[in-house]
């Protein structure tokens, strides 16, 4: 490289010899030497630790799996002294596709597909970013019609969604959307015309304020009451908005804060080039404030998901809802360890997902910083 | 204090005044600057130079007075503050360099985004650019990977992507290590060589004997002196200029 205009000359000799690094440690033995028997007290530790570990696995190993009972008619079938799965085994494509008519649960199928090709895309280094957002764009309008139905597609009344099928149409709806929303309400509250920054603050302030609960309840019970009489919109797209416009709160904060850490060089920088201000905003600002709270997006991310169970309360059985109603059925009654655990693992799992893309997305920044 | 100059001042500054709250940071600058003409501005810290270089491209409002960049008058119509801005290219002391993107992408986008070229004629321009600025090699690099003096010099390339007829340098060399100032100083040099209108606000005072035509004094929002730099540097006139080149050449 001879790019610099003030270099050394080529033939002035090196003042000293660069040796490796004389500290050289791997393999798993030096691992568990320095991590697990470093010190008298770590030995103890680690000891006491693998005891409670030897209690306790084989037992719950045995509870779980060994002497669990997978399959069979009904409950009778329980007699291994272990988990009896059948709660979850027996009810499992009512777990899963709720009251949703049984020919067209393809339809289900279909959005599970649309929904989990985000990740191939969003993991993908070759596909162009705009291609994938456009993708995520239009996902919830494809859910919408492959579920609700439209193009020819029969309609499926809303109030026959339910359970994994809800909790994943509610969650990946108020993703896709309260992003954006988010993003303008931070931008707002930015403004400088103050009637944008004074309606984005208020609004901001306001919805922060009241717990979701209560406008799921307006939502689903006082709508109607503002409405003119013959109008009636869907319940379920109520929640949504609801979920879409309370959750994009909390993410328009997060990017505000993002906003805020961006040095005023950068603006000042995209203006002496004559750029205007949305494009700097959408090229220069937000994919540097975006990509420093992924950490806090991811975690408002994995709220949102959870918070979907929270339509229960309005009447809407997604799959902690259909759970808690097979445990009120008198042929499962008191398997509540059971569901619970299967419930508990279906979100870790999801969750687990996003959490991994976080994961993965703060090592490319990292990567690119340096 | 100015000499009236010819008409074709393609920078015309009348009783500019500016406020910060109630600091009078610039009072009643009068300026012209012709084409092709290189000033140098120095003074004390808070004397509004780059207040004043920065009111050029409107980054700073000012409330009373006139400017006109290149026949446009400044004021508060957006469309001509970016018409100026697409006449005046800034290079910054902190180099601003948009990190997220790879150094051709950053002398590309707002060719692309503001002069609406189609990609490969952005491209071509800005390789011969950093061609100029000798960094063609780094093109696919991100600014984080690069040092100061280079990021300075793309950042150089970047503004002249846009073809400004003015260039402002903000203390291009005041973030950098010793060893790479030159590197950015020899570049200033060139582009001044090729004819650019220039204003630099630098105590390079080296940079200033060799291409300046004139050297600006400014203290306490006034332009207390301004001379050719022989002058000024060998037989300044005013009092406050004397003790501040006692204080930046003095040791």
Redesign the interface.
Known sequence: MTDSVAQLPQNVPSLSVARPNPVVSNGPVQWIRENLFSSWLNTAITLFIFYLLAQALPIALDWAILSATFSGADRDACTGGGACWLALTNRFSFLVYGFYPEGDRWRVDLAFVLGVAVFPLLFSRRIPKKYVVVYIGLLPLALWLVLNGGFGLPTVESHRFGGFMLTFYLAAISMCLSLPVAILLALGRQSKLPIIRWLATGYIEFIRSVPIITFLFMASLMAQLFLPAGVEVDQLFRVIAVMVFVSAVYKAEIIRGGIQGIPAGQVEAAKALGVGYWRTMAYIILPQALRNTVPALINNFIGVVKETSLVMIVGLLDLTGLAMATLESQEWVGLDLEVFIGISVIFFTINMVISRYGIFLERNIARMRN | MFEAQNNDSIIKIRNLNKWYEAFHVLRGIDLDVANGEKIVICGPSGSGKSTLIRTI???EEFQEGNLTVDGIEMDENLKNI?AI??E???V?Q???????MSVLDNCT??QR??RGRPKAEAEAIAMDLLERV?????AHK?P??L?G??QQRV?IA??LC?NPKIMLFDEPTSALDP??I??VL??MVELAEGGMTMLCVTHEMGFARKVADRVIFMDEGVIVEENDPETFFNNPQHERSKMFLSQILGH
């Open positions: 491209n409107h980054l970016d801005r697409q005046v290219g800034m910054f902190s180099f601003n360099l948009f990190p997220h986008f707002a985004h503001v000798k960094i063609p090699h780094q991100y984080g990977q040092s003096g280079q950042a970047r503004a846009m060893e790479m030159a590197e020899d570049v």
